[in-house]
């Protein structure tokens, strides 16, 4: 606690004294752009494939059941490959990790668009979810490299509402794309984009903000909050960050997010196409609806977290505050999306039920780097890893239960998990201790 108040002030003080060094720079919102535009592209290319999966199940003869699996290998492989992804991030750096996995994922991206039926679907997300899976460890270690304590949850809202917003925008766009060139060619497009942005990533960043010659010494200490530059770190120490239990409890409570999430990311078209029989042209504009909501989430959960510390100073209910208001909110409006007859009255809840789940990412992404003692990317690894294979698992779980005919019931379990998490943040949670603390 010592530790966090001493920050907090010398924070304070770099704010007031920037003046007297000078004009301070920004190229760190330059840097955001960049991250944004990862998160945008990591988005579009994992979901896109939930616009082509009606197509691809009646060509390749696929049952729900099966193109759950198929959803779900991308989870797999994502969720088993963030500790080691972590630990390459922590080792090498943000700039050459991102910018390698961004192009290979891309190509993967592209290569889905050669699958030739549900054997090669699988080994090809798969390896997908490989590619992207030190994606946010990356992302996040860059981002404690670049921001400020203050600015964290800005910053996470910022590039998670990009994710967000991917996904709303992929009915759109994935859509019109595949009425006018068929499914094809919504992957080789989204790929492309893809390794555009792993070149730019290149030239424009760098892993340390007083290593890149457009940022002045006035903005790089202000980034640090006021303390000089890092040493290079020591080798990670796994035993600390794997012996505490908020480590593992964070992976817990990120469940909550993926598991609803899995559901608006992957199977809220066939929702709304079979269950609520809304036309293919109403899907491309209705099932956008709640992505943005979750988009406009993630930008306010960030800034309210951020507003709430800076006001208080109080780390821990700034972080707390957000998640747990998010999670009892979710729970609360996905009930009668699962009741209400009419589709209308039905997006509105889902609307307000991805709204309030998004606004717990930011607050949980800061709280990594909060407890994370310098090693964002290990332990926003694991914190990652758990979630996304309780994701895979919703994936799953929902098209074994629509497949049967049960299209309410995993609404209720969504909404139980939420509870659960929501209780979690209220009395386990707290993000003012540091996984490298021993006692």
Same mark, same amino acid.
């Given at each position: 606690?010592?530790?966090?108040?001493?920050?907090?002030?010398?924070?304070?003080?770099?704010?007031?004294?920037?003046?007297?060094?000078?004009?301070?720079?920004?190229?760190?919102?330059?840097?955001?752009?960049?991250?944004?535009?990862?998160?945008?592209?990591?988005?579009?290319?994992?979901?896109?494939? $939930?616009?082509?999966?009606?197509?691809?199940?009646?060509?390749?003869?696929?049952?729900?059941?099966?193109?759950?699996?198929?959803?779900?290998?991308?989870?797999?492989?994502?969720?088993? %490959?963030?500790?080691?992804?972590?630990?390459?991030?922590?080792?090498?750096?943000?700039?050459?990790?991102?910018?390698?996995?961004?192009?290979?994922?891309?190509?993967?991206?592209?290569?889905?668009?050669?699958?030739?039926?549900?054997?090669?679907?699988?080994?090809?997300?798969?390896?997908?979810?490989?590619?992207?899976?030190?994606?946010?460890?990356?992302?996040?270690?860059?981002?404690?490299?670049?921001?400020?304590?203050?600015?964290?949850?800005?910053?996470?809202?910022?590039?998670?509402?990009?994710?967000?917003?991917?996904?709303?925008?992929?009915?759109?766009?994935?859509?019109?794309?595949?009425?006018?060139?068929?499914?094809?060619?919504?992957?080789?497009?989204?790929?492309?984009?893809?390794?555009?942005?792993?070149?730019?990533?290149?030239?424009?960043?760098? +892993?340390?903000?007083?290593?890149?010659? *457009?940022?002045?010494?006035?903005?790089?200490?202000?980034?640090?909050?006021?303390?000089?530059?890092?040493?290079?770190?020591?080798?990670?120490?796994?035993?600390?960050?794997?012996?505490?239990?908020?480590?593992?409890?964070?992976?817990?409570?990120?469940?909550?997010?993926?598991?609803?999430?899995?559901?608006?990311?992957?199977?809220?078209?066939?929702?709304?196409?079979?269950?609520?029989?809304?036309?293919?042209?109403?899907?491309?504009?209705?099932?956008?609806?709640?992505?943005?909501? =979750?988009?406009?989430?993630?930008?306010?959960?960030?800034?309210?977290? +951020?507003?709430?510390?800076? *006001?208080?100073?109080?780390?821990?209910?700034?972080?707390?505050?957000?998640?747990?208001?998010?999670?009892?909110?979710?729970?609360?409006?996905?009930?009668?999306?699962?009741?209400?007859?009419?589709?209308?009255?039905?997006?509105?809840?889902?609307?307000?039920?991805? %709204?309030?789940?998004?606004?717990?990412?930011?607050?949980?992404?800061?709280?990594?780097?909060?407890?994370?003692?310098?090693?964002?990317?290990?332990?926003?690894?694991?914190?990652?890893?758990? =979630?996304?294979?309780?994701?895979?698992?919703?994936?799953?779980?929902?098209?074994?239960?629509?497949?049967?005919?049960?299209?309410?019931?995993?609404?209720?379990?969504?909404?139980?998990?939420?509870?659960?998490?929501?209780?979690?943040?209220?009395?386990?949670?707290?993000?003012?201790?540091?996984?490298?603390?021993? $006692?």
């Amino acid at each position: 606690m010592a530790d966090i108040n001493t920050s907090n002030a010398v924070s304070r003080a770099a704010l007031s004294t920037t003046a007297t060094e000078g004009k301070r720079t920004s190229y760190r919102w330059w840097v955001l752009t960049m991250l944004a535009l990862m998160a945008l592209i990591t988005f579009l290319d994992r979901t896109n494939i $939930s616009i082509a999966a009606p197509s691809m199940m009646k060509e390749f003869g696929l049952t729900k059941a099966q193109m759950g699996f198929v959803f779900s290998a991308f989870a797999w492989a994502y969720a088993g %490959f963030q500790l080691p992804s972590g630990w390459i991030s922590d080792k090498f750096g943000p700039r050459k990790i991102m910018t390698l996995v961004v192009l290979f994922w891309s190509m993967m991206t592209m290569a889905t668009a050669h699958a030739w039926g549900f054997a090669s679907l699988l080994v090809i997300r798969f390896i997908f979810g490989m590619g992207e899976a030190a994606s946010w460890p990356a992302g996040t270690q860059a981002m404690q490299f670049w921001y400020p304590r203050s600015e964290r949850g800005l910053a996470n809202g910022v590039t998670h509402s990009c994710g967000q917003f991917a996904t709303s925008a992929v009915p759109l766009v994935a859509v019109a794309l595949m009425t006018a060139y068929g499914w094809r060619s919504i992957f080789h497009i989204f790929g492309a984009i893809g390794i555009m942005w792993s070149i730019a990533f290149w030239f424009m960043y760098r +892993d340390r903000p007083d290593d890149h010659p *457009k940022v002045n010494a006035a903005e790089a200490a202000y980034i640090r909050d006021g303390l000089p530059p890092a040493k290079t770190k020591t080798a990670i120490p796994w035993k600390l960050i794997l012996g505490c239990p908020t480590t593992w409890i964070m992976g817990i409570a990120w469940s909550a997010y993926t598991y609803s999430l899995y559901f608006f990311w992957y199977w809220l078209p066939t929702y709304l196409l079979e269950f609520r029989h809304i036309s293919l042209k109403n899907m491309g504009y209705l099932a956008p609806l709640p992505l943005l909501g =979750g988009s406009l989430g993630v930008v306010v959960g960030g800034i309210i977290t +951020d507003y709430a510390l800076r *006001k208080t100073g109080n780390l821990k209910w700034s972080r707390r505050g957000v998640a747990i208001t998010a999670m009892f909110g979710a729970a609360i409006a996905i009930v009668p999306a699962a009741l209400l007859a009419k589709p209308i009255p039905v997006i509105i809840c889902l609307i307000l039920c991805n %709204f309030f789940v998004s606004l717990c990412s930011a607050p949980s992404w800061a709280t990594c780097m909060d407890i994370a003692g310098g090693y964002a990317g290990t332990v926003s690894a694991v914190m990652n890893m758990i =979630g996304q294979f309780a994701g895979s698992l919703s994936a799953i779980i929902f098209g074994i239960l629509v497949q049967k005919g049960f299209w309410v019931a995993p609404f209720f379990v969504m909404s139980a998990i939420l509870i659960g998490v929501g209780l979690l943040w209220l009395f386990v949670i707290n993000p003012e201790r540091s996984v490298l603390q021993r $006692s």
